[in-house]
């Protein structure tokens, strides 16, 4: 750039402007700032790129590592059993079993076998029995079947019956309480 400048002055010693050439200098100026962005551009763009390759090679080869080969999905005998023996087992303790189990690294069946896991397994069928009992009369419904006088008492008090045979019931308590009078 300075010898750029050098020759302009050398080439107008009279110090007059000429501005074709400074043009010149400002359009090389120009462009040569254009080429370095370009440059640059270009250069951190590649980088970009190279580290965009590493890291997906990086990445591919951890869930390689992670995932095991596992092409086809066929159970092994010892799984089937291990599936039967916790089939035999109730849904809410099933977990419990499995986490004793692996706790104590061995296999469901002998789990079952422990006399600590037995216990378990026998208490908590009775807290489900006891829970089966006790909430018996939720299990069922139970119509409210009152005598004429609680039919006449809820209607003045301006509860009206549901069902078509509750309004009939009412119907006739009415007729019996008239007949009375």
Do not use: C, H, W
């Amino acid at each position: 750039m300075e010898n750029e400048e050098v020759l302009l002055e050398t080439e107008n010693p009279e110090g007059e402007a000429n501005t074709e050439t400074e043009a010149v200098v400002e359009k090389s100026e120009a462009e040569l700032k254009a080429e370095e962005i370009g440059r640059n551009q270009r250069i951190r763009a590649e980088k970009a790129e190279r580290e965009l390759k590493l890291l997906k090679a990086q990445s591919t080869q951890k869930t390689e590592k992670e995932t095991p080969k596992n092409d086809s999905r066929r159970l092994s005998l010892e799984e089937l059993d291990e599936a039967s023996e916790l089939l035999e087992v109730p849904k809410p303790d099933r977990s419990e079993i499995v986490k004793y189990a692996d706790r104590e690294g061995i296999t469901i069946a002998e789990a079952k076998k422990k006399p600590f896991v037995q216990a378990f397994l026998r208490a908590s069928a009775e807290e489900r029995k006891t829970a089966e009992v006790a909430n018996t009369s939720t299990s069922r419904r139970s119509s409210k079947k009152g005598n004429d006088e609680s039919i006449l008492e809820d209607f003045s008090n301006n509860k009206l019956p549901e069902s078509q045979e509750d309004m009939d019931r009412l119907v006739a308590a009415q007729l019996a309480a008239r007949k009375k009078k």
